[in-house]
């Protein structure tokens, strides 16, 4: 009998479900019933994404707090997939209490090795709005492919920015043109891990080809450290003295639900967390090689978060070591799907541009 990990992604709490995300995650399910049936152990696990700009931004709109936007979603979310037939084993919350011990924990122990380090970084400011802006409250154009695009992220080429790079950057809000000061921020050293996850990337050929290419890019171009905090209000404590004003960013954050909620099971089932989450031989194996070779870990996801799931987890398990475990099983399969489009344009929830759930 195997230990099957399937975790699906975790949809932003900032408005209803769309085909977008369904379409997205619905192979996590068949996957989970094929290994259900078939006699092996499975955790499939997801859970809404309450924290970061998203949820804060719809707060804003709809004159509540981020927490009451967020838990309103999630119930939502709750209610949808368990009408849709969605046999998730766990979906829980960002915003959860056990997530949030578990994401503080992890981070205290990632602060303690060598991959962590402060630099002082440009900061967004909008003095019409005078506030800091940070992620989806920054637009402007792509620097690598010239499309619009948010702060974070651009949906076109799915480059990963910072703001400093955006061009033509303007406030989401108001429209107005940015200042810059500065701010100090922890940071992953990504860069440190090249050759790690270069040869993870090489040890998984049966990826989708999606997950691959974007993967690839990424490393040829250069991996590039990447901020783990941020300036806001809304999100989980920086459990580190001078970060007590700062919230750790989203996607290294979020992206460890998938442990949280496996070791939440872990505990129900009265199951050791090392024989599902424990490093097999490869990238990170540490003095735990091969304590769970009948492991295998499936993230489920839109092509948005291929880097977030191929770069960014395994940066931060690679980073954090393991502890208890001697290093943690980095993922094995990655079902990357497309965007799905209406009327040619991405299906968006921010945009509110869907079919809804």
């Known amino acids: 009998m195997k230990n099957i990990l399937i975790g699906g992604a975790w949809p932003y709490a900032n408005g209803s479900l769309h085909i977008g995300h369904i379409a997205a995650l619905l192979p996590g399910d068949i996957i989970a019933r094929y290994h259900r049936a078939i006699g092996n152990r499975v955790f499939y696990v997801s859970g809404s994404d309450c924290h970061g700009t998203p949820v804060a931004i719809r707060a804003k709109q709809e004159g509540k707090t981020p927490g009451a936007v967020s838990d309103f979603y999630h119930a939502q979310f709750v209610d949808v997939f368990s009408k849709l037939g969605f046999s998730y084993d766990l979906y829980t919350k960002t915003s959860d209490r056990l997530h949030i011990k578990y994401v503080q924990e992890f981070h205290r122990k990632l602060y303690e090795g060598g991959y962590i380090h402060e630099r002082t970084v440009k900061q967004a400011f909008c003095q019409s709005c005078n506030k800091v802006l940070t992620d989806r409250l920054i637009v402007g154009k792509c620097p690598a492919c010239g499309a619009a695009t948010r702060g974070d992220q651009c949906d076109a080429c799915n480059e990963v920015l910072d703001v400093d790079t955006v061009v033509d950057a303007k406030c989401s809000e108001c429209g107005s043109s940015l200042a810059f000061g500065e701010t100090t921020q922890l940071y992953l050293e ?18 989708r080809k999606n997950a691959i290419a974007f993967t690839k890019r990424y490393i040829d171009e250069g991996l590039r450290d990447r901020a783990i905090t941020r300036d806001l209000d809304w999100g989980i404590d920086v459990p580190k003295a001078g970060y007590e004003n700062k919230k750790i960013y989203i996607w290294a954050e979020n992206v460890l639900g998938y442990l949280s909620a496996s070791a939440i099971l872990c505990a129900e089932r009265n199951i050791p967390f090392v024989e599902l989450f424990g490093a097999d031989a490869g990238p990170g194996a540490g003095g735990n090689a091969g304590a769970n070779a009948n492991a295998r870990h499936y993230y489920v996801h839109g092509k948005d978060n291929i880097p977030f799931h191929t770069i960014i987890l395994p940066s931060l398990l690679l980073a954090h070591g393991g502890g208890f475990c001697g290093g943690f099983h980095l993922p094995d399969d990655i079902i990357s799907s497309e965007y799905l489009t209406l009327e040619r344009r991405k299906i968006s929830t921010s945009q509110n541009w869907a079919v809804w759930a």
């Open 190 to 207: 990504i860069s440190k891990l090249t050759s790690e996850l270069t040869e993870y990337l090489n040890d998984h050929k049966k990826w």
